[in-house]
């Protein structure tokens, strides 16, 4: 694993409580066309990879869904458990995605995966072929992720963060990361990475 994955996933989790509390929320739509298009059974499981602080997996928790949530950040896991504390289907697994296994495949499953494009991808032992182990029988992958974007309303949000990021974190900030943001309509395809 790089420098700068672990660089990263380190930033997150000793700011745990921060991101949490300042991190945006998913639309309810896309939980409902995850359900929809995966065809997940009413109470069926879901393996859920980076559950982070658990804002995905409340959603799925709410629709009575049984999870076992991965998280290799101890301070991230801690804040999951407490949000999850009123859903005792919903499961905390703390360690990495690479080294945890199903006890056994997911049938007719789905696996919520939001961390996919911090994993190795193109490796032979890389995330999107474990995933697909994992899922016999039918299970459905779904791959979500927030990407951060340019619009007008932000009024130089971007620029400003970039700054303090230098200023105060400048290890996990790469050259690239001063270009500026895409705009909605310029953000590259992950299709051809997730099917390679």
């Not at 059974?41 to 869904?65: D, K, L, N, S």
């Not at 504390?85 to 997911?106: C, D, M, N, S, T």
């Not at 690239?176 to 099917?195: C, F, H, N, Q, W």
């Amino acid at each position: 694993m790089s420098t700068e994955r672990n660089s990263l996933r380190a930033t997150f989790d000793e700011a745990a409580l921060r991101y949490e509390e300042v991190r945006p929320g998913y639309p309810e739509e896309l939980f409902n066309d995850v359900v929809s298009l995966s065809g997940i059974p009413a109470g069926g499981r879901i393996p859920e990879i980076g559950c982070g602080t658990g804002q995905a997996t409340v959603p799925f928790a709410r629709r009575g869904y049984r999870i076992l949530c991965v998280e290799l950040g101890e301070n991230l896991s801690a804040v999951a458990c407490r949000t999850l504390e009123a859903y005792p289907q919903a499961e905390v697994y703390i360690g990495p995605f690479e080294q945890w296994h199903l006890q056994a495949p997911a049938r007719r499953g789905l696996r919520s995966g939001r961390i996919g494009h911090r994993l190795p991808l193109a490796q032979p032992r890389g995330a999107y072929p474990k995933d697909a182990s994992e899922l016999k029988g039918g299970g459905s992958l779904a791959l979500f992720w927030k990407v951060h974007v340019h619009t007008n309303a932000d009024r130089g949000f971007f620029e400003e963060a970039q700054r303090i990021y230098k200023r105060e974190a400048s290890e996990i900030v790469r050259p690239d990361d001063y270009k500026g943001l895409a705009r909605p309509d310029e953000v590259p395809s992950r299709t051809p990475e997730i099917e390679g």
